[in-house]
């Protein structure tokens, strides 16, 4: 059941859906980077419509003049059949304009791409308030994390098979904010709210104490 309640300005909140019936939502490179390119156009107090930037490359896109925007991002992730998101609310409504936005612009691609008809997310997404700085940052690790599951499936049971392999991978998983943090310098930066990411960065341990204590939660508690 979805968890409902008034989205306030200032607050963050962690943000997901899944694939309806959970089925695959990306199905190619292409895909992705459609989401992401849909992503940055629909932070904004404009009507942008992605259909009308074909001709242009994703850096371009990626570099797209927006004026105002109506969320601010902290981290995403992208995964086969859903996706998570830490974002705060800057204008009234602002959360639930860009997500409707965001879901009905990649609904039209992915529809007319596939040949097929209605949702492709579960509706309304699920949201739940992050009430406090270490929150905030746990919240933006849980989400950095979630490929992990794509290449140690048991990696929440503490069954790693080759940790250093596992950075590796996570450090190569382009469809997330993760490696934004960790050194990489490329246009999916502008994604991200600078205030939100400056103070996430200072404080964010090494990619190897993350996957080491996130491991060690879950032998204990139950999923976020």
Same mark, same amino acid.
């Given at each position: 059941?979805?968890?409902?309640?008034?989205?306030?300005? #200032?607050?963050?909140?962690?943000?997901?859906?899944?694939?309806? @019936?959970?089925?695959?939502?990306?199905?190619?490179?292409?895909?992705?980077?459609?989401?992401?390119?849909?992503?940055?156009?629909?932070?904004?107090? /404009? /009507?942008?419509?992605?259909?009308?930037?074909?001709? /242009?490359?994703?850096?371009?896109?990626?570099?797209?003049?927006?004026?105002?925007?109506?969320?601010?991002?902290?981290?995403?992730? !992208?995964?086969?059949?859903? %996706?998570?998101? !830490?974002?705060?609310?800057?204008?009234? #409504? #602002?959360?639930?304009? %860009?997500?409707?936005?965001?879901?009905?612009?990649?609904?039209?691609?992915?529809?007319?791409?596939?040949?097929?008809?209605?949702?492709?997310?579960?509706?309304?997404?699920?949201?739940?308030?992050?009430?406090?700085?270490?929150? !905030?940052?746990?919240?933006?690790?849980?989400?950095?994390?979630?490929?992990?599951?794509?290449?140690?499936?048991?990696?929440?049971?503490?069954?790693?098979?080759?940790?250093?392999?596992?950075?590796?991978?996570?450090?190569?998983?382009?469809?997330?904010?993760?490696? @934004?943090? %960790?050194?990489?310098?490329?246009?999916?930066?502008? !994604?991200?709210?600078?205030?939100?990411?400056?103070?996430? /960065?200072?404080?964010?341990?090494?990619?190897?104490?993350?996957?080491?204590?996130?491991?060690?939660?879950?032998?204990?508690?139950?999923?976020?």
């Amino acid at each position: 059941m979805s968890i409902r309640f008034p989205l306030a300005v #200032g607050e963050w909140y962690h943000c997901y859906s899944r694939g309806v @019936d959970k089925r695959k939502t990306f199905l190619s490179e292409t895909d992705y980077k459609r989401f992401v390119q849909i992503m940055y156009l629909s932070n904004s107090s /404009k /009507k942008i419509q992605r259909s009308d930037l074909n001709s /242009k490359t994703h850096v371009e896109i990626l570099q797209t003049p927006r004026g105002k925007k109506i969320v601010a991002l902290g981290a995403y992730v !992208l995964m086969p059949n859903h %996706f998570h998101m !830490l974002i705060g609310e800057i204008q009234d #409504g #602002g959360i639930t304009q %860009f997500m409707r936005k965001l879901g009905t612009s990649y609904a039209m691609y992915f529809n007319l791409k596939n040949k097929r008809i209605g949702n492709i997310f579960v509706k309304p997404f699920r949201s739940k308030h992050v009430g406090k700085d270490n929150y !905030l940052k746990y919240v933006a690790q849980y989400i950095h994390l979630n490929p992990l599951e794509l290449f140690e499936p048991d990696w929440k049971n503490g069954i790693i098979r080759n940790k250093n392999n596992l950075l590796e991978k996570l450090g190569e998983y382009t469809y997330s904010s993760f490696i @934004d943090y %960790f050194g990489h310098d490329r246009v999916e930066r502008g !994604l991200l709210d600078k205030s939100i990411f400056d103070l996430l /960065k200072n404080d964010m341990p090494t990619p190897k104490t993350i996957v080491s204590d996130a491991t060690e939660y879950y032998k204990n508690n139950s999923e976020l």
